[in-house]
């Protein structure tokens, strides 16, 4: 008798671990189908239509790249996500060398 309880208990052991993991497979891709936000494919969208535009284009000069090389941070992205990107004029703290410098002060006392 014990020993066929141990045996249901193994089998109702296994069985909830594979549903489990099937339940745990299926639901991120659940949740990306019922998901709207599709901003930053609209904005991916743009960037590969300039892309593509680029290289049906026959090779630009010299003089055609620098012209337009101001208009942007690069010739494909132009000004999307400048806001976003992390340069020394809008981030705040202390630099790796500062801090290292100020460990070095730290530990050598100078």
């Known amino acids: 008798m014990k020993n066929i309880l141990m045996r249901l208990t193994r089998i109702f052991v296994a069985v909830c671990v594979c549903l489990v993991l099937v339940v745990s497979h299926g639901i991120p891709a659940m949740a990306a189908a019922n998901s709207t936000n599709n ?20 090779p630009r000069s010299l003089d055609q790249s620098k012209a337009d090389a101001p208009a942007g941070l690069n010739l494909v992205q132009g000004e999307a ?30």
Do not use: H, Y
């Open 81 to 110: 996500n400048r806001d976003d990107m992390k340069r020394p004029q809008t981030s705040s703290g202390t630099s790796v060398e500062q801090q290292i410098d100020e460990g070095l002060k730290k530990t050598f006392g100078r």
């Open 39 to 58: 901003q930053g494919e609209d904005a991916l969208k743009d960037i590969q239509k300039k892309s593509e535009d680029v290289l049906r284009t026959p």
